[in-house]
């Protein structure tokens, strides 16, 4: 049962996913209408009335007090709420079925975050910019954008519960230098060179092509005036060739078997985590030390050294370090 929802200080919903148990509970707390010809009041309109509250009373207490909550539980303890202000949006995620941390709910807010700076650009940095990219006011455009995040939010949600370096955060190798090297060729000599000769392009020069099996990272290659690759930019990749093209492994298990459930603590990884005992005494800061859109933990990639003999001087490949990347957590 969860939810995530991108809404301005007026309650105006510029962005919403929900599973099918929320949008149920949702059905059955607003009822049904008393005349049999009226209908519901669209998703859009009811996730609105149920969460104006929060929004108002959470932008309020920071004109007021400089100061908001940032996460809080409902009375019964059924559901989870995690806020973040990012600019002039703030951004909610709720679990109601106690298989997410407000870590877990945390980061899928900066997930969501870096996916609409991925897909925007620069326009992020504008409120009133972003506020036009994320609710456009042609109705069949805004379906497409907020079908396209809630795919990409319902991708990574897999993702997380079946494949480790979405668990851990961290780009996964395939360790074959050879194999590498040999595929690093291919990339540069067909697929970069079929790529760029297309008349498509008009000129645009593509500089990074990399080669996955499933989720996890092959070869990679970058063209010598090309910018060096984030890891979390990677990832980002590795999320947007996942929801276009699934693999057959993970939509077979997903298909095979439920979606195991995550401990609320969230402690099933035996990895270093940069939530750690102090996070929630961290999320309730004061709003003016938690907002940040900042990543303040090292960017490394969870991999062992290739070969040295076997790299080859023409190409730049991925630099190895040590076995832990948190790069889509906050400050």
């Not at 494949?163 to 851990?168: I, K, L, S, T």
């Not at 930019?233 to 078997?257: K, N, R």
């Not at 940040?292 to 001087?313: H, I, R, W």
């Amino acid at each position: 049962m969860k939810c995530v929802l991108v809404a301005t200080e007026g309650a105006e919903v510029l962005f919403y996913w929900t599973d099918e148990e929320f949008e149920e509970s949702l059905r059955l707390k607003f009822g049904q209408p008393e005349n049999e010809e009226e209908e519901l009041p669209a998703l859009e309109d009811r996730l609105s009335t149920l969460l104006a509250p929060v929004i108002i009373s959470s932008m309020t207490m920071l004109e007021k007090l400089s100061d908001a909550y940032t996460c809080f539980s409902t009375e019964n303890g059924n559901y989870l709420y995690v806020l973040h202000l990012f600019g002039e949006c703030l951004f909610i995620a709720i679990n109601g079925d106690h298989t997410e941390s407000e870590g877990d709910l945390r980061r899928k807010l900066y997930v969501l975050k870096y996916l609409v700076e991925v897909h925007f650009g620069l326009v992020t940095v504008d409120g009133q910019l972003i506020r036009k990219e994320l609710r456009p006011p042609d109705l069949e455009r805004r379906s497409q954008v907020w079908e396209h995040f809630q795919s990409l939010l319902s991708t990574y949600s897999r993702l997380r519960e079946q494949e480790q370096c979405f668990a851990v955060e961290a780009v996964e190798r395939l360790i074959h230098p050879r194999l590498c090297e040999l595929c690093i060729e291919a990339l540069e000599r067909h697929v970069i060179q079929a790529v760029n000769s297309s008349p498509e392009r008009a000129g645009e020069e593509a500089l990074h092509a990399f080669l996955l099996v499933h989720s996890k990272l092959l070869a990679l290659y970058s063209s010598h005036s090309a910018s060096s690759l984030r890891p979390a930019d990677l990832l980002a990749l590795i999320l947007l060739v996942q929801d276009l093209y699934p693999s057959e492994s993970t939509v077979e298990a997903d298909d095979a078997q439920p979606s195991p459930q995550r401990p609320w603590s969230s402690q099933n990884i035996p990895v270093q985590q940069p939530w750690g005992p102090g996070s929630v005494r961290q999320a309730r800061r004061s709003s003016t030390e938690t907002e940040t859109d900042s990543f303040c933990f090292p960017e490394e990639y969870f991999t062992p050294a290739p070969s040295p003999s076997e790299q080859s001087s023409e190409h730049r490949t991925l630099t190895p370090a040590s076995p832990l990347l948190s790069l889509l957590a906050p400050a």
